[in-house]
């Protein structure tokens, strides 16, 4: 039987730890801000956006958030930016994807000030992840081994495989991975003979977006499983990238969804606004001498 680990009670003590900077932040006459666009009314979106705000309010964050309409053009999210990225009031930039067709959203990612990116999409912050220098992790893969070192699981030396590509999860997860001295391999759609190379896996991360795809079969026994996925199942029950029932007693640990991951994320982006703000405010003493 698996150890589950607990995403809620791990993101809980991580809030405090923030919500502990931000205080001390304060006491030194500095805000944390997070400026938050939402083109559009994605239904979806609204929701992340709205427990975004609740988690700032909670974190004594403050937010702002801009909700252009749908028909906002390209030019003028650009400029919103800009204008954001020159206030000097403003730590984190976050504009929430997906975004409307007419808009690209490569140049629109590109257009944020690096050092506001706390979202850690820009290529910049993609690069410096690469190589190993300081910037913006994105949130869930920043999650994903704050949740393994506080479950006291090494990382070092093992055996990691990462199912999924993408720019958001897969690929920066594996990075992280490997700056923590893992053996990293990244597995995706068209691997061939998958299940031999996830069950080689003493670390196995899945970012597949396919529910419930990963059963018992994929999975080295007392292997540590982590579901980045979530999805409602046909009974409308949440479910992740991971049969979690079938592979409960194979598994030494195991992430619930929802419960495990899911809360990681936006526990690590006020991590990430409080670090944007200490390094601004750092900037402007080394300005004031
Ligand atoms: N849409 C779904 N997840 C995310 C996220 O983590 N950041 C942004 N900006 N948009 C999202």
Do not use: W
């Not at 252009?68 to 929430?96: F, H, K, M, Y």
């Not at 920066?172 to 990244?186: C, D, F, H, S, W």
């Amino acid at each position: 039987m698996a150890q589950i680990i607990d995403g809620k009670a791990i993101a809980a003590q991580i809030r405090k730890e923030v919500k502990e900077g931000v205080q001390e932040l304060a006491s030194r006459g500095k805000t944390v801000t997070l400026a938050v666009i939402l083109a559009g009314d994605d239904p979806a979106s609204c929701v992340y956006v709205r427990n975004k705000e609740k988690a700032c309010r909670e974190l004594s964050i403050h937010s702002l958030v801009y909700r252009p309409s749908e028909s906002i053009t390209q030019e003028e999210l650009l400029a919103l930016i800009e204008e954001l990225n020159g206030r000097e009031d403003v730590d984190g930039i976050l504009v929430q994807l997906p975004l409307p067709p007419h808009i690209c959203e490569k140049k629109i990612l590109m257009a944020i000030d690096p050092a506001k990116d706390v979202d850690g999409f820009h290529p910049y912050n993609a690069g410096a992840l690469a190589c190993g220098e300081p910037g913006f992790v994105p949130c869930t893969p920043a999650g994903i081994i704050q949740l393994l070192k506080r479950s006291d699981i090494s990382i070092s030396g093992k055996e990691c495989v990462v199912v999924g590509r993408s720019n958001i999860v897969g690929k920066p997860v594996a990075q992280l991975l490997l700056r923590e001295n893992g053996t990293v391999t990244i597995a995706h759609s068209k691997t061939e003979r998958l299940k031999e190379v996830t069950s080689r896996a003493q670390i196995l991360v899945v970012a597949v977006g396919q529910p419930e795809m990963i059963t018992r079969e994929y999975v080295r026994p007392g292997a540590v499983v982590i579901d980045v996925g979530i999805h409602r199942d046909e009974n409308n029950k949440l479910c992740g990238d991971v049969d979690f029932a079938d592979v409960f007693d194979v598994a030494g640990a195991i992430t619930p969804v929802p419960g495990g991951v899911g809360p990681m994320t936006i526990a690590m982006l006020m991590h990430n606004c409080l670090e944007g703000a200490r390094r601004s405010f750092q900037n402007s003493l080394k300005k004031t001498v």
